[in-house]
């Protein structure tokens, strides 16, 4: 059974870069997949930040894009999120997932909540 | 427009039938994808794809689509249903994808 586990700080400062990672279990980072980041700030809705395919291009959410790199280590089996220049805007609980197609997540992490706060 | 758009806030009776919609241009040439999220939790994968469930979900969560909006039915309502739904879609004019502002379902 795949397992999807997030982790990264909890606290980030404004302007500071937020660094995420989602460690896999029982699959390969490295299979034809969709992995992906999405956030979901308190007590709003789901936000798609990004998707890699392994072996394929990235595609980016266009109002996140040129803040996000999002990339994808085999040696590790995880892929992981970099956010530059964070506000309290970014504060939200981040999570990562795997779909079969782009946006069909059928795995998800447990989610990392992040505030962004000095 | 890349957006989808969602009511808020939908309640239905126990045991009833309950549709939430997913309205965008978007679903003209994708098809929506359904999440359920209780509190607390992760999204969970509910609709996908023309009508398809993935295993865990009950057969009373059905997805149809009509022009460029598409529906999750629950037919004969559970309590346990009451979550948060978000449907999704792949937008191709500009190569994202998109969620809704999701759906508050409460079941009386």
């Known amino acids: 059974q795949l397992q999807l586990q997030g982790s990264g700080p909890g606290l980030v400062k404004p302007s500071e870069t937020l660094s995420l990672s989602c460690s896999v279990s029982?699959?390969?980072?490295?299979?034809?997949?969709?992995w992906a980041w999405i956030r979901q700030p308190p007590g709003k809705g789901l936000e798609w930040i990004g998707s890699p395919y392994y072996g394929g291009p990235t595609y980016y959410n266009p109002s996140l894009k040129s803040r996000v790199t999002i990339s994808v280590d085999t040696t590790k089996n995880q892929f992981s999120l970099k956010m530059t220049s964070v506000t309290a805007a970014d504060t939200a609980v981040y999570y990562c997932?795997?779909?079969?197609?782009?946006?069909?997540?059928?795995?998800w992490g447990q989610g990392i909540p992040v505030t962004v706060s000095s | 427009s890349s957006e989808l758009t969602q009511d808020p806030a939908v309640s239905v009776a126990l045991g009833q039938t309950v549709r939430i919609t997913c309205q965008g241009d978007?679903?003209?040439?994708?098809?929506a994808t359904w999440y359920q999220q209780k509190p607390g939790q992760a999204p969970v994968l509910a609709i996908h794809g023309k009508n398809n469930r993935p295993s865990g979900i009950p057969d009373r969560f059905s997805g149809s689509r009509s022009g460029n909006t598409a529906s999750l039915t629950i037919t004969g309502a559970q309590a346990e249903d009451e979550a948060d739904y978000y449907c999704?879609?792949?937008?191709?004019?500009?190569?994202?994808?998109?969620f809704g502002g999701g759906t508050k379902l409460t079941v009386l």
């Open positions: 999704n879609s792949w937008d191709s004019t500009i190569d994202h994808v998109v």
């Open positions: 978007s679903l003209r040439t994708s098809y």
């Open positions: 997932a795997r779909g079969f197609e782009i946006a069909v997540l059928n795995y």
């Open positions: 029982g699959g390969s980072v490295g299979s034809p997949y969709y």
